[in-house]
């Protein structure tokens, strides 16, 4: 291997890492969904907002209001694609919320609903569950 053949590589390393981290984002639906319950079990309202598609905002915001006055945390939390419904892409998952009211706590099977999820403004977002 000569060094003109070692730089060519080394160069094209670099632009695939780079291009790797830059598809990081919301590019895939069941990373917006994992995004949207990272956001609402450490209480982060802008970010859950913005996993949240335009028609899923309201709803995000009473997710949101529910969970403020407990702790809660995500136990193993793996979203996977699992087909298409009309607009939506469907994200099944598996994990819990373990939510804390004091003296109770309560698991939230998230295998218990099957998620909606559209592509909007360029990144894939919470849209619902069913």
Avoid: P
């Avoid at 390393?13 to 981290?21: I, K, N, Q």
């Avoid at 702790?71 to 793996?78: D, F």
């Amino acid at each position: 291997m000569n060094i003109k053949t070692i730089g060519l590589t080394v160069v094209l390393l670099l632009g695939l890492s780079f291009v790797t981290s830059c598809s990081s984002s919301n590019n895939n639906a069941s990373v917006a969904v994992e995004n949207y319950y990272h956001a609402l079990t450490s209480k982060d309202y802008n970010l859950l907002i913005n996993n949240s598609c335009s028609d899923w905002e309201l709803f995000a915001k009473t997710d949101y209001e529910s969970f403020a006055a407990i702790t809660a945390s995500l136990s193993e939390i793996n979203c996977q694609i699992s087909g298409k419904e009309n607009k939506f892409t469907l994200v099944s998952c598996s994990g819990k919320i373990i939510a804390n009211y004091g003296n109770e706590v309560l698991e939230i099977d998230l295998a218990d609903q099957m998620y909606l999820t559209i592509e909007e403004g360029g990144d894939w977002r919470m849209c619902g569950y069913r």
